[in-house]
């Protein structure tokens, strides 16, 4: 199973990545996770990684981009992944259809969960982040419009792109994910 799980921050990707991982026995490959983690560790990558971050910008793209790399090469992802946060911008996404393309990856999909505005406004305020201030919240809101979006458009382009309602329980967003999965 190789999947893109799409869509804004505060959507439920997170939770439902790690539900899938855990049935489908493939690993959840967060960048966002993976980003927080590096400016835990101090790394350089975290150093470089958490100005954006602070700002709700995206970390640009060469850094995002090693770390994908390195990530997917792992041995645990052989069987598949569940991209979570990536690809955020159309240059991450060409470099993932050169990966997928490369490994010849079948039934590559990428999979929007759709939830309105002012409910994920409201969720990530509950949410209560680090970087779910109200500010940057309304700043990732807009960094996703802008920079996000046309991914979106890129896979439709190239029919990989389904789309399912997120404005349900977990459970049946849940199920709905594994139909679409199973197609
Ligand atoms: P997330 O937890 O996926 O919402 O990501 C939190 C923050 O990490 C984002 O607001 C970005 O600053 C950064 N980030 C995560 N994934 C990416 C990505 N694929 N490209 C660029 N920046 C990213």
Avoid: W
Avoid at 74 to 81: R, T, V, Y
């Amino acid at each position: 199973m190789h999947i893109i799980l799409f869509g804004p921050p505060g959507v439920g990707k997170g939770t439902q990545a790690e539900n899938l991982s855990k049935e489908f026995v493939v690993p959840q490959v967060s960048t966002g996770d993976m980003l927080r983690k590096a400016i835990k560790d101090g790394s350089e990558l975290g150093l470089k990684a958490k100005k954006y971050m602070d700002k709700g910008e995206l970390v640009p793209d060469d850094l995002v981009l090693k770390m994908v790399q390195i990530r997917i090469q792992e041995d645990d992802c052989k069987n598949g992944f569940i991209l979570d946060g990536f690809p955020r911008t159309i240059p991450q996404a060409e470099e993932l259809t050169s990966i997928v393309l490369a490994n010849n990856i079948p039934k590559f999909k990428c999979i929007e969960i759709s939830v309105p505005d002012d409910i994920i406004l409201e969720r990530l305020k509950m949410r209560g982040r680090k970087d779910d201030q109200l500010n940057t919240i309304k700043k990732r809101l807009v960094v996703y419009q802008k920079q996000t979006y046309p991914v979106k458009e890129y896979y439709k382009k190239v029919k990989r792109f389904y789309k399912i309602d997120g404005n349900k329980s977990i459970e049946e967003v849940y199920n709905n994910l594994k139909e679409v999965i199973n197609i």
